[in-house]
């Protein structure tokens, strides 16, 4: 039996195919951030920086802190749960991802607006001798 030779016209779209799919696969694969929020005790900065009722991004340390209430402290990841982008904005209340546009409560971390479906993850966080150290 002799072996009929691969069509161009397969070969073709077999190579698009291929293509296509390694570009929807790298297209939400982060943003080119792939660490989270640190681990280990990391000083933020002065605890007073941080309104009451608001929150502060520290976007080099991938962490969001809120302030609740007065004296109450809050962390969170800055890493977007739905693609792995680095939050870009804290308004107010809220936590914006500029990636994809998901949206979250930074008193609380919970998702406002997709397509993330899950929460920001929590970071521990306290107050050492004014400053904030999260980890």
Same mark, same amino acid.
Do not use: W
């Given at each position: 039996?002799?072996?009929? %030779?691969?069509?161009?016209? #397969?070969?073709?779209?077999?190579?698009? *195919?291929?293509?296509?799919?390694? *570009?929807?696969?790298?297209?939400c694969?982060?943003?080119?951030?792939?660490?989270?929020? %640190?681990?280990?005790?990391?000083? *933020?900065? &002065?605890?007073?920086q +941080?309104?009451?009722?608001?929150?502060?991004?520290?976007r080099d340390?991938?962490?969001?802190? &809120?302030?609740?209430?007065?004296?109450?402290? =809050?962390?969170?990841?800055?890493?977007?749960?739905?693609?792995?982008?680095?939050?870009?904005n804290?308004?107010? #209340?809220? +936590?914006?991802?500029?990636?994809?546009?998901?949206?979250?409560?930074a *008193? #609380?971390?919970?998702?406002?607006?997709?397509?993330?479906?899950? %929460?920001?993850?929590?970071? &521990?966080?306290?107050?050492?001798?004014? =400053?904030?150290?999260?980890?």
């Amino acid at each position: 039996m002799t072996e009929q %030779p691969t069509c161009r016209r #397969t070969l073709l779209q077999g190579a698009a *195919l291929a293509g296509v799919a390694g *570009l929807g696969l790298t297209a939400c694969s982060g943003g080119g951030t792939s660490s989270s929020a %640190p681990t280990s005790p990391t000083e *933020l900065g &002065a605890a007073d920086q +941080i309104p009451v009722g608001g929150a502060k991004l520290f976007r080099d340390d991938k962490v969001v802190v &809120a302030q609740p209430s007065k004296g109450t402290y =809050k962390g969170f990841s800055a890493v977007c749960t739905h693609a792995g982008c680095v939050v870009d904005n804290v308004e107010g #209340t809220v +936590i914006s991802c500029p990636c994809h546009g998901s949206r979250f409560n930074a *008193l #609380t971390g919970a998702v406002e607006q997709g397509p993330a479906a899950s %929460p920001l993850p929590e970071v &521990a966080v306290r107050v050492q001798g004014g =400053k904030l150290v999260a980890g």
